[in-house]
């Protein structure tokens, strides 16, 4: 899994995820951080955002990904149909 490219206080990689396809979590991105760091967001709030969004775009991801599987399946078992229906037709 990608993590977070920010350093933390403590001068160690931050283990958060990045959000909006970016390298950065929502404490560390440069849209969001000037908010976190001037006090304008709590930072715990901050993270707890960040982790939300991403929870939430995961959803997205993988509910997409669940019906790209269902269109393909439906599409195999077309294909299967025709090709048994073509086998019977010219006895093979």
């Given at each position: 899994?990608?993590?977070?490219?920010?350093?933390?206080q403590?001068?160690t990689?931050c283990k958060?995820t990045?959000?909006?396809?970016?390298q950065?979590?929502y404490v560390?991105?440069?849209?969001h951080?000037?908010?976190?760091?001037?006090g304008?967001v709590e930072?715990g709030v901050?993270?707890v955002v960040?982790?939300?969004l991403n929870?939430?775009r995961?959803?997205?991801?993988?509910?997409?990904a669940?019906?790209e599987?269902?269109?393909?399946i439906?599409?195999m078992?077309q294909?299967?149909?025709?090709?048994?229906?073509?086998?019977?037709?010219?006895?093979?």
């Amino acid at each position: 899994m990608i993590k977070c490219s920010g350093i933390t206080q403590a001068g160690t990689a931050c283990k958060g995820t990045p959000i909006d396809g970016s390298q950065w979590c929502y404490v560390h991105h440069p849209d969001h951080a000037e908010k976190v760091l001037s006090g304008e967001v709590e930072r715990g709030v901050g993270a707890v955002v960040g982790q939300l969004l991403n929870g939430a775009r995961a959803c997205v991801r993988d509910g997409l990904a669940a019906r790209e599987q269902e269109e393909l399946i439906a599409r195999m078992e077309q294909l299967e149909e025709a090709l048994e229906a073509k086998e019977s037709r010219y006895g093979a």
